[in-house]
């Protein structure tokens, strides 16, 4: 019997059925990444350390990289006490220095990289009138400039060898969303940085792809506290009925858009947010 058939889940709804549905992702574990280095940044928690360890789990050798050095150790251990392969690296993304220096000690220690994902994100709720503006830099820095730095600096390989790069960027880019200013730029850019790569390197053997989550069960949620005043109305514009996903399910469709599975795709936007830019 196919694992479809031998259960019957709800993906996305939290508790039981999160479960449910990372074990009915994991059941399906192809090898599509063996003999591939693969590049993930924001390793250390959520998403990120989801996709580290699909790609691992599909026999890429995996380059986890995050600002919180324990954490991608963790994640790290984690991928190979499950017999795959990973190194952690502490890298933070808005550093030109960091990257640099990170993306050499990869192709030193793993060898070049072919698939680059930049799941690496911050965010928060602000009033736009009263934002900080040092918050609104470091999350343009953080979400924007730090892809940009990362594709830059694996850029030079992946046109030698091939690759993909796949970007995570948010319903937040295809849909405005209240005191998210910063938020929905930075991820605005982020998905027309994508197309603009697709476009320049179109018959040079790279793609360039974005998935577009919605809410999703991670730390990061824990950061979006209303700003004072704010009208919690708002919110149930990017409240899915299907609830939150899992990382599982948002790093099953960053592997396909980092494998030769969508060798056809490229500039392309993969919402995978419950229905909520429909
Ligand atoms: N969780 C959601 O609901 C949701 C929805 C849409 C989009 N996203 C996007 O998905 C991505 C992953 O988010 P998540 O929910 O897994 O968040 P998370 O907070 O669980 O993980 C983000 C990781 O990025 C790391 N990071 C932060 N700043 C960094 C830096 N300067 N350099 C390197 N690493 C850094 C953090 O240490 C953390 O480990 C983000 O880009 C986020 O914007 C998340």
């Given at each position: 019997m196919s694992p479809v058939a031998s259960h019957k889940i709800t993906l996305g709804q939290g508790g039981e059925q999160h479960d449910a549905a990372d074990a009915i992702l994991a059941s399906f574990l192809v090898k599509r990444f063996e003999g591939k280095v693969a590049i993930v940044t924001g390793a250390g928690s959520g998403i990120g350390r989801g996709t580290a360890r699909r790609l691992a789990a599909e026999g890429a050798s995996v380059a986890a990289l995050d600002v919180m050095g324990d954490a991608v150790a963790e994640t790290v251990a984690g991928i190979t006490a499950d017999?795959?392969?990973a190194i952690a690296y502490t890298c933070d993304v808005t550093s030109?220095?960091?990257?640099?220096?990170?993306?050499d000690s990869i192709v030193a220690d793993l060898g070049a990289p072919s698939v680059v994902c930049n799941v690496a994100g911050i965010g928060g709720f602000f009033n736009s009138h009263d934002m900080?503006?040092?918050?609104?830099?470091?999350?343009?820095?953080v979400n924007l400039t730090g892809p940009f730095l990362v594709c830059r600096a694996a850029l030079?390989?992946?046109?030698?060898?091939?690759?993909?790069?796949?970007?995570?960027?948010?319903?937040?880019?295809?849909?405005?969303?209240?005191y998210s200013a910063a938020y929905c730029a930075s991820k605005g850019g982020l998905l027309m940085f994508t197309k603009a790569l697709a476009a320049e390197y179109l018959d040079r053997g790279v793609r360039a792809n974005v998935v577009a989550p919605g809410g999703?069960?991670?730390?990061?949620?824990?950061?979006?506290?209303?700003p004072e005043g704010a009208d919690p109305k708002q919110l149930t514009k990017i409240m899915s009925p299907m609830g939150f996903s899992t990382p599982a399910e948002i790093a099953a469709s960053i592997a396909f858009l980092a494998s030769d599975e969508s060798s056809y795709t490229t500039g392309a936007v993969l919402s995978v947010d419950g229905g909520l830019t429909i």
């Open positions: 017999g795959g392969t030109e220095e960091s990257v640099t220096s990170t993306v900080p503006f040092d918050r609104w830099q470091k999350i343009l820095a030079p390989h992946l046109l030698e060898h091939g690759g993909a790069i796949v970007n995570v960027c948010s319903n937040t880019a295809l849909m405005g969303q209240a999703t069960d991670t730390p990061l949620l824990g950061s979006f506290d209303l």
